[in-house]
Every structure is written in C-alpha cells, then in structure tokens.
C-alpha cells in the first residue's frame, strides 16, 4: 500500500482528501503546516505529499525546497495544492520540486488524475 502525507492548514479539506485517497488505496498520514510535515518525512518518507502553498508557520513552497534538499525524498512525488491559477506561480512550484499541481477545490477524477501522472497509481 503506497503512503501519502496530506499537508493542508485546513481540517475539512484534509478530511476529505483523505476519503478520496484511502478510497483510492492509499495509507493516509496528515499534517497541517509545512514544519510539521517535514517533521513527519523525517520520521518516516511518504511515497507522495498532496502539499498545500499558502499555510501559517511554513508554506508549502518553503517545504518544498527543503524537502528536495533532504537525499531520502528523492524517490517521493509532490504534488502542489493551491487555489492560484497564476501561470509564475505553478512555474515557481515546479521548479522548486514539485511533480505536479491541483487546483482547489478537487475531486476524485481529478486527484486520480494527478496520481497517475506522477505514477504512484
């Protein structure tokens, strides 16, 4: 069973990525700030991160970047979450590591979608 690490400040929308994703297969892990995930990827390495951008004590594109600099998060799929539609910002977002991008709000289809593109389904 592949891990995802569900990073978002928002309770609801972690909530419901979670049932998307167990209904998908995936072991769910969640954090609600980018601090706290890269404590949790050091604990244990995720296959994938559904990271928000835009989150209190550390955003997801600071996450990001340190993330990419750790050895042992080679191997690990990012997929950037945001409500920005800015085509600099998505640029900005994968070069800083990103694998992929989803625009909130999402739904199944589209998050199947994105995890098959990054090949973790």
Avoid: H
């Avoid at 928002?10 to 297969?25: F, M």
């Avoid at 209190?56 to 990012?78: E, H, W």
Wanted: charged share 25%; with cysteine.
């Amino acid at each position: 069973m592949k891990n995802c690490l569900i990073v978002d400040d928002s309770p609801i929308v972690r909530r419901v990525a979670r049932e998307l994703l167990t209904g998908l297969g995936f072991a769910c892990r969640e954090a609600e700030d980018g601090e706290k995930a890269l404590e949790s990827c050091n604990a244990s390495m995720p296959d994938i991160l559904l990271l928000d951008w835009n989150m209190p004590v550390m955003d997801g594109i600071t996450c990001l970047r340190q993330l990419r600099a750790t050895p042992a998060a080679a191997n690990t799929k990012v997929i950037i979450c945001t409500t920005q539609a800015a085509i600099e910002e998505i640029e900005e977002a994968l070069a800083a590591g990103a694998d992929e991008y989803i625009m909130k709000p999402f739904d199944r289809e589209m998050l199947e979608g994105k995890f098959r593109q990054v090949g973790v389904l």
